[in-house]
């Protein structure tokens, strides 16, 4: 089956057809780093993380390109605020993100490209939109021509003419038109700034996308993604530029999340329920909030709540619960059966399940009920009592497999006990065979106080670290 993508530009799911096949170049709008990032700006980092993990999956090369912004209004500001320079502020913010989305399971962007690298690259850029009447130069900023761009509306479905009405040009504005965007900004004083053709200044928000998509993927790119609120002015100006620029496509696909609310309000500074990703890792497991994110499609709205959270934690534990059953019983078992192969259809029927489901404009929400079958399966096959070696260790690998899809890995490293554990844990199986249940208790209990906690199933004894 072919994978199929809702497309923003036409509002309809799509046969993917990379421009190269066997090779997909994807670009996601990354952050302004001027803060730590919050759940919201955490949510397409997440879904598209998944997206090109999927493709991978398929077979796909993805050349995965995600930008910082790392020079505008709101981050200068901050930096005077704090007594900083510009650079020290944004390079420390950087960290902070690699730090909150490794956390959350997300692979680095195989470039990673900042403004502040590409302001040679942005100035050409404009001025070929001057030169090509798409752009003019007014007391130093520059502006873009949105009524020279003729297919300007295109992605948010809007006439020039719509989008006009309610925009108006504010005293001492320099633009001719009230819905042309800026460019270059002129330099105030004080201000980090760089030469260009108009005077000293810095880039435009909008224009940093499109230089950089282009230096790094070129004039048309398979995948543009991010929140629903870049949808406009942001990648409506993009298409513009670019467009107007190359006189080629910018995008073939638009891919937008959803919104995030948290207890079922908007998330915002003002009602005090803005949500920093680096607190809310404190006190959640950074892995059962990626799983919650995905729990729903990335195209529809998300509530954040405390008991959703946990909803999503007892999900992700039931999972775990039934690899590590499926993993201690390799371990005993013994092959005595006959049927295998029916078992291997079962598991392998649920892995079409989950691909039939991805491959439906990426529905991690049916991908992961397909998961809950599996698991559902495993629990089933586990009653059996002569389980297979070679059943066990399928389901084990497509368990891993579909996981990894998931950003959720299951396999992790071994832990080793020291030996004094080791025999602890030896000494109360012996105690228990030999019925003598308070020994075993109280073993249970010093375990407890060094961080071991026991459990017994009917797979036999587990441990974990508490």
Known sequence: MTIQIYNTLTRKKEPFIPIEEGKVKMYVCGPTVYNYIHIGNARPVIAFDTVRRYLEYRGYEVNYVSNFTDVDDKIIKTANELGEEVGELTERFINAYFEDVGALGCGKANVHPRVTDHIKDIVEFVQVLVDKGFAYESQGDVYYRTRNFEGYGKLSHQS??????????????????????????????????????????????????????????????????????????????????????????FANYWMHNGYINIDNEKMSKSLGNFVLVNEIRKQIDPKVLRFFMLSVHYRHPINFSQELVESAANGLERIHTAYNNLKHRLGITADLGDQKDVWVHKVDELRQSFEEAMDDDFNTANAIAAIF?????????????????????HFMRTFDELMAVLGLPLAEEIELLDETIEALIEERLEARRNRDFKRADEIRDELKEQGILLEDTAQGTRWKRG
Request: net charge negative; proline share 5%.
């Open 160 to 249: 020039i003419d719509e989008l006009k009405v309610g925009a108006r040009i504010e005293p001492g504005d320099k633009k001719e038109n009230a819905l042309d965007f800026v460019l270059w900004k002129a330099a105030k004083e004080g201000e980090i700034a760089w030469d260009s053709p108009w005077g000293a200044g810095r880039p435009g928000w909008h224009i940093e996308c499109s230089v950089m998509a282009r230096e790094h993927l070129g004039d048309t790119i398979d995948i543009h993604a991010g929140g629903q609120d870049l949808t406009f002015p942001h990648h409506e100006n993009e298409i513009a530029q670019s467009e107007a620029m190359t006189g080629k496509p």
């Open 373 to 393: 079958e599996l698991v559902k399966l495993a629990n089933v096959y586990l009653l059996e009592k002569n389980t297979q070696p070679e059943v066990l260790a």
